[in-house]
């Protein structure tokens, strides 16, 4: 049994570099692939991000980065998010 090969992307809103992505995307290489975006709430969630890029949606850029950098920066998010959450639960209001 193979591995199904994943993609990931960083998404560079606002300035943001790919060591310092505003958000996480991972593309599974199925029939027909899967999309999904990494969400605050520490899921993987599917997404039409790609889809809508490659029609022109262009507001915010991306680039691709490896499973070993996109899990060093998963894992900071996954550390430094709840934390964030309960110091200010009230972050969704606004």
Same mark, same amino acid.
């Given at each position: 049994? +193979?591995?199904? $090969?994943?993609? %990931?992307? #960083?998404?560079?809103?606002? !300035?943001? @570099?790919?060591?310092?992505?505003?958000?996480?995307?991972?593309?599974?290489?199925?029939?027909?692939?899967?999309?999904?975006?990494?969400?605050?709430?520490? +899921?993987?969630? $599917?997404?039409? %991000?790609? #889809?809508?890029?490659?029609? !022109?949606? @262009?507001?915010?850029?991306?680039?691709?980065?490896?499973?070993?950098?996109?899990?060093?920066?998963?894992?900071?998010?996954?550390?430094?998010?709840?934390?964030?959450?309960?110091?200010?639960?009230?972050?969704?209001?606004?």
């Amino acid at each position: 049994m +193979t591995d199904t $090969p994943v993609t %990931y992307y #960083a998404l560079l809103a606002g !300035g943001r @570099t790919p060591d310092n992505p505003s958000g996480m995307v991972r593309r599974t290489h199925t029939t027909p692939p899967t999309d999904e975006v990494f969400t605050r709430d520490l +899921t993987w969630q $599917p997404t039409e %991000y790609l #889809a809508r890029y490659r029609l !022109g949606h @262009t507001d915010t850029d991306h680039v691709e980065v490896g499973e070993q950098e996109a899990t060093a920066i998963l894992d900071r998010w996954r550390a430094k998010w709840p934390m964030q959450d309960a110091l200010d639960p009230e972050w969704r209001d606004r």
